[in-house]
């Protein structure tokens, strides 16, 4: 079964630095490219970074570039997401996200989910 | 800026069908954009519904298809029931590993 638990989130200060994990298990997670979708509250979801299997590329969305740094460890099986100078419009639930179609390199669809890890920024 | 264009709600009656789309703001949804559909009840994560346009993911039922109507993706669901009363959201891959969402379809079922 696949699981994705994310951690790290909590209450941060603007200007404020967190690292967000997602421990993965349940499938091949050096074979699957894998992602981070967050969820301001009472609003939709928003893309906001994805990695390849071997960390060779990394994709993030505008909102986030140059502030939010993806990556992860294969012999961990674990994803992370720093995120750095942090704005109140950056309050939302991270998600976790593991892209379909392993092996393949592409990032067309998410299949799996974690629960979600919540920042709030806020002074 | 490529924005994604959703339904921001729409009713269907128990046992009806419905049909959600997914569009571009500027442009043809094709499935060169592999587009996929999330479901999402609230205070839980998105379920993935669909991907690749019409392939259904692992234990979703039949009642969910998908496919490409016109110039826009589609979510058809046929039998409404009360509990598929959520949100649901479509993602278009715009290439260079970049996944825009659309902003959701809130569906009553009554």
């Known amino acids: 079964e696949v699981q994705l638990v994310e951690s790290g989130g909590g209450l941060v200060q603007p200007g404020g630095s967190l690292r967000l994990s997602c421990a993965a298990s349940g499938f091949t997670f050096s074979r699957c490219a894998m992602s981070w979708v967050r969820q301001a509250p009472g609003k939709g979801l928003e893309w906001v970074s994805s990695i390849s299997s071997d960390s060779g590329s990394t994709y993030y969305a505008d909102s986030v570039k140059g502030r939010f740094t993806i990556s992860r460890d294969n012999s961990r099986n674990t994803l992370y997401l720093q995120v750095n100078s942090l704005r109140a419009e950056d309050t939302a639930v991270y998600y976790c996200?593991?892209?379909?179609?392993?092996?393949?390199?592409?990032?067309?669809?998410?299949?799996?989910w974690g629960q979600g890890t919540l920042v709030t920024v806020s002074s | 800026q490529t924005v994604v264009t959703q339904e921001p709600s729409f009713s269907v009656s128990p046992g009806g069908t419905v049909t959600l789309t997914c569009g571009l703001s500027s442009g043809s949804v094709s499935t060169s954009y592999y587009p996929s559909w999330y479901q999402q009840t609230p205070g839980q994560p998105p379920r993935t519904l669909i991907y690749s346009t019409n392939t259904r993911s692992s234990g979703v039922p039949d009642r969910f298809s998908g496919s490409i109507l016109g110039n826009k993706a589609a979510l058809t669901i046929t039998g409404a029931q009360a509990d598929d009363e959520c949100d649901y959201y479509c993602?278009?891959?715009?290439?260079?590993?970049?996944?825009?969402f659309g902003g959701g379809t809130k569906l009553t079922v009554l």
């Open positions: 996200a593991k892209r379909g179609y392993c092996g393949s390199g592409t990032f067309y669809h998410f299949d799996y």
């Open positions: 993602v278009l891959y715009m290439g260079r590993g970049i996944s825009v």
